[in-house]
């Protein structure tokens, strides 16, 4: 074998050589790499099976010791006292109120803001109108409970009924309108062609008067209202549901966006008015989208801690009646953050465990609706790339 066949030989076998350790650094790095992003990603698995470790550690031997019963059915939370008492009904009570208030003011007005972002408003005026929404959710929340127990609060207090008043002809004057429009849209398309334009005024006439009369009895009504005390369910609620408006409107504004522009073409291309392909065609699209950022929502008025402390009135009772919104109430995160200082952490205490065992339920509903909401999502991208 000549000494130049054997050179190229041994390059050959050096470049085999080299190209295998290549390779195997290679695969040695990607296999690193996929571990490292592995553990990062279990990380935040770990830690909420680490807190949910810790926070059923403190909270067993509470229901060890008292059981269930009390906790779920009493109203009376006597916790500091000689023989104390841990019914938590009356706080589960003010959580749900104050949680379904704020999702009352919250779906509706985040849900129409989306629509117009998404179907009426310019795109120019679009890309300026939702930042400035979504700056609300990076107002922090004491700012918002300053706000509520400084400005709402002793306004409540003083000119309860005329802000009842005000607040009824502020939210339900457009909404009486906007039904109305939509309403004899939809009802005028049933007419025959030639009755369609002044059917549909005659409609919106009838309509909007219809709502505006009932508006005004609402509102006379609300005007001779008195509110004894500001800090109360319905501040909370109010508050709670403009924190949650950036939430609702910025995942229904993107719901409404991936519906597409074809199924919106078609339905003009079918004689099918605005409204009518809004309603009939554009919600039932995002309706899985609109629910997961209600949910959402949801999750982030019921876990609300600051605003429920300064504006609720911390009072652990139901109201009288049941859904009156103008009793002061307390809540679970309220309990946990008023309580925590007190409670004796040395010699472990019912009093501290309590908290461990509300903490325990707040931390599962939150979970329950997290869960919801994703699975949500999950069939609405089912449903889209169908």
Known sequence: MSTAVREQLLLRRRSLIISKRASGLRRLASFTGGGLLFLVACSSVLAV???????????????ADR????????????????????????????????????????TPLGVLAAICLSDILPFGLRQVTKPVIELLAAIPSVAF????????TPQLQENGGAILSLTAWTIGGPFAVLAALVTSDLLAARLPYGMRRSGRVVLLAALGGLGLWGLSLLAGRL????ISSGTNALNVS???????????????????????RELREGSYALGATRAETMVRVVLPAAANGICAAVILGIMRAYGETMVVWMASGNTPKIPEPWYNVLEPIRTLTATIAGDMGEADHVTGSARFHVLFAMALCLLTVSFVFNFLSERIARRAIRVGRR
């Open 49 to 63: 099976v680490s807190i949910f470790i810790f926070i059923i550690k403190d909270a067993v031997p509470f229901f």
């Open 67 to 106: 059981g269930f019963v009390e906790f779920f059915t009493s109203t009376a939370w006597y916790p500091s006292a000689e023989t104390p008492a841990f019914g938590a009904l009356a706080i589960f009570y003010g959580s749900a109120m104050v949680t379904v208030g704020a999702v009352l003011v919250a």
């Open 145 to 152: 409970g300053f706000f509520a127990l400084v400005v709402i």
């Open 223 to 226: 005007s001779a209202v008195e």
């Open 238 to 260: 109010i508050v709670l549901g403009i924190m949650a408006l950036p939430t609702v409107v910025s995942v229904s504004e993107d719901s409404l966006q991936a519906v597409g």
